[in-house]
């Protein structure tokens, strides 16, 4: 078990370029949750899996992000047309079934728009 | 409104010292947890508290859900405690378990 994993790790972008980042969860864990960070705050939600189904939407997760889960292992999150203001670590957590409440978090993607 | 609180936001201790963290919350907020993040960004679950006491090592944690509050406690802390300690509860009331944070306790252990 080699814990939840996400790539890149970093990422510098131009403004208006797409960026997509990967996150791999722990096996086995059927859901996947993705959170946003920025500077001196705590993550705030932004979606989440339960297998490849996406169930909830945070009101954060403009029409310019979309991610998926297509056979409800790893999942992408994909950010068009990137904004400064979406300069951001991007978290990624998964959680086994039974034990929901139970999130364990990869190391996140750092994105930086310039 | 606010719904999950922390406080202080900034604590710098003495290594060997023991201290208090708060975290108040609002009635809506379940499935009460505190994250520790390290220096490095990475996230690791201290504790699942939704009521009652828990002790792991040298932190422990109470929750009184009926006075809406937790406390985490570290004793004779270590330089390895610094970070920013989170605690996150789940508002949906729907089993979705997606977690809203407090802003952070941002700990300096210093030797």
């Known amino acids: 078990d080699t814990g939840v994993s996400q790539n890149p790790r970093h990422k510098i972008t131009k403004r208006g370029q797409n960026v997509t980042f990967r996150c791999d969860p722990i096996?086995?864990?059927?859901?996947l949750y993705w959170y946003r960070q920025t500077l001196g705050q705590g993550p705030e939600f932004l979606t989440y899996?339960?297998?490849?189904?996406?169930?909830?939407k945070s009101r954060l997760l403009s029409d310019r992000f979309s991610a998926e889960r297509p056979k409800g292992s790893f999942s992408t999150l994909e950010i068009q047309r990137t904004e400064q203001g979406d300069s951001a670590m991007y978290l990624c957590?998964?959680?086994?079934?039974?034990?929901?409440?139970?999130?364990?978090f990869g190391p996140g993607t750092r994105l930086t728009v310039t | 409104g606010i719904q999950v609180e922390q406080s202080p936001p900034d604590l710098i201790l003495q290594e060997g010292a023991n201290s208090t963290l708060r975290c108040n919350f609002s009635?809506?907020?379940?499935?009460l947890q505190w994250f520790h993040q390290n220096p490095w960004g990475q996230l690791i679950n201290l504790f699942y508290i939704p009521s009652g006491t828990k002790q792991n090592g040298r932190l422990s944690a109470t929750t009184v859900a009926t006075e809406r509050y937790s406390l985490l406690y570290i004793s004779s802390s270590q330089t390895t405690d610094s970070g920013v300690y989170f605690c996150a509860g789940d508002l949906s009331g729907a089993g979705s378990y997606q977690l809203t944070f407090g802003k952070g306790t941002k700990l300096s252990v210093i030797p």
């Open positions: 009635d809506s907020v379940n499935n």
């Open positions: 957590a998964s959680s086994p079934p039974g034990r929901n409440y139970e999130q364990y």
């Open positions: 899996f339960q297998n490849e189904a996406q169930l909830e």
């Open positions: 096996s086995e864990h059927n859901r």
